[in-house]
């Protein structure tokens, strides 16, 4: 059935670039908003950036805005987050989801239907 699978989190010192890669299989993912979360120990998860359906709009949250980029292969059913001028603050692990529903903000969790398991980001000197 449907699966989002996480990739390219890793190790990097800060300044440094990592490209995270959100790969789909069971559904077609150019059909759906993809969102970016990132959790750090003993914090909420928060939302990073998000793309609309095929064509859609972009966002990033204010503390990552001008250092990711968030696009799509949508031969490859794959969603990335490009992030440059990586910072100690942005440790975590790093999810994908699916958005199911347009209630709330694409920030919001609940708006969600299906996670991916994560994959750690680690940014230290």
């Known amino acids: 059935q449907l699966q989002l699978v996480e990739s390219g989190g890793g190790l990097v010192q800060p300044g440094g670039s990592l490209r995270l890669s959100c790969a789909a299989s069971?559904?077609?993912?150019?059909?759906?908003?993809i969102g970016w979360f990132r959790q750090a120990p003993g914090k909420e998860r928060e939302g990073v950036s998000y793309?609309?359906?095929?064509?859609?709009?972009?966002d990033y949250a204010d503390s990552v805005k001008g250092r990711f980029i968030i696009s799509r292969d949508n031969a490859k059913n794959t969603v990335y987050l490009q992030m440059n001028s990586l910072k100690p603050e942005d440790t975590g692990v790093f999810y994908c989801?699916?958005?199911?529903?347009?209630?709330?903000?694409?920030?919001?969790?609940?708006?969600?239907?299906?996670w991916g398991q994560g994959t750690q980001v680690t940014v230290t000197s």
């Open positions: 069971g559904f077609t993912l150019a059909n759906y908003g």
């Open positions: 989801a699916r958005r199911s529903g347009y209630g709330n903000s694409w920030w919001r969790p609940i708006v969600y239907d299906y």
């Open positions: 793309i609309e359906r095929s064509g859609g709009m972009t």
